[in-house]
């Protein structure tokens, strides 16, 4: 089955193609980035309007990169939430009106589990079942998938998504948007020890995560360094060492509680998924972790981590080729329970 992917959730327009028989074909993707730095952050009705304007030429130019036209499609999938409301209706349209013109089905599809399903892409896949662990800007979660579409949500973040503190904590030394990456980047030249962060909730038994508590912890650590410079900015390599410790303490919460989730299901395989999962830092941990427990852990390549239509598509084509696809009107879900999900 040839399926068109759409995912435009919030500031990257991703298109992409895929073939249940031969895999992924094409994919384009569409970053808003520079647009939204000058704010900060994404400005959801700049991003919807962008939307508007790419995601049709990257359509096209991705149909022409495999040499594919819009009469051969069989189907088109497209984000329907989690996202940006005004951001999921753009894709969401335009699928429908694709769709229409061309008799074919749609089906929308669950952002995070286009997330969670990426690594498929890979040629090495890992087989159910296994222990995911979502980790993004807008979700840490770690899940329990017994088969495709049967999710057991097993914990999450109680407040602050650790993407979304990673963010925070850049913005705070002042480190330009996106941040997380930055903040990544920048910790590769720190100094380890100088500083020693908390790891939040690892002294209690569960698996949710809460990560408010060390974005304050970073904070007054980034006003008692700047106390000691006499009030002056803080200098590039203390803001190296900071991310580091910052980004240690991260690493090493998320490590523990995969352990026990791995532990407590008694799976040997883990899965990382979300823009954060394209961590070196988190990605060797885990790898540490997991050979200790005679497991396994597995992620996608950096491109297929963030947002993108490569996702959406495959997903799409294992569901529409289990015989999902839209019935009656157009339903977006800014929030929606994975859990809410039908297996396959």
């Known amino acids: 089955m040839l399926v068109l992917g759409i995912e435009t959730s919030c500031d990257e327009t991703g298109v992409a193609l895929y073939c249940n028989q031969r895999g992924l074909l094409a994919h384009r993707l569409y970053s808003q980035i520079d647009m939204h730095a000058q704010y900060g952050g994404v400005v959801p009705e700049l991003a919807s309007r962008d939307h508007i304007r790419k995601t049709l030429p990257l359509i096209q130019q991705t149909l022409k990169d495999c040499g594919h036209t819009l009469q051969q499609l069989e189907g088109i999938a497209y984000t329907a939430g989690p996202g940006l409301m005004g951001a999921l209706m753009v894709g969401a349209c335009l699928a429908k009106s694709l769709a229409a013109a061309l008799e074919i089905p749609t089906l929308g599809i669950h952002h995070m589990e286009g997330h969670l399903l990426a690594p498929l892409l890979e040629d090495e896949q890992p087989e ?6 979502l980790v993004s800007g807008g979700h840490t979660q770690l899940i329990n998938v017994k088969a495709i579409g049967q999710y057991e949500l097993l914990g999450e973040s109680l407040d602050d998504a650790a993407g979304e503190a990673f963010d925070k ?5 002042g480190l330009p948007y996106p941040g997380g990456p930055t903040l990544a980047k920048l910790a590769e030249q720190g100094q380890p020890g100088r500083y020693q962060f908390p790891r939040p909730m690892v002294d209690r038994p569960g698996l949710d995560f809460s990560f408010s508590g060390l974005k304050t912890y970073t904070r007054n650590t980034i006003e008692a360094a700047r106390i000691q410079a006499g009030d002056l900015p803080l200098d590039l390599q203390t803001k190296a060492d900071i991310s580091l410790a910052f980004e240690q303490a991260v690493v090493s ?5 995969c352990k026990r989730a791995l532990e407590q299901t008694q799976c040997k395989r883990l899965i990382i998924a979300g823009g954060v999962s394209a961590n070196r830092a988190l990605r060797e941990a885990l790898k540490q972790m997991t050979k200790q427990l005679n497991a396994k852990v597995y992620y996608a390549k950096p491109e297929f981590c963030t947002d993108n239509g490569a996702m959406i598509a495959l997903t799409g084509a294992l569901r529409m080729q289990a015989g999902q696809i839209d019935q009656g009107p ?8 994975m859990e809410q999900l039908p297996a396959l």
Request: aromatic share 8%; hydrophobic share 55%; with cysteine.
């Open 128 to 133: 159910c079942p296994f222990v995911a662990l």
């Open 169 to 173: 904590a850049a913005k705070m030394m």
């Open 253 to 257: 919460t998320l490590s523990i509680k």
């Open 330 to 337: 157009l339903s977006l879900r800014p929030r929606w329970p």
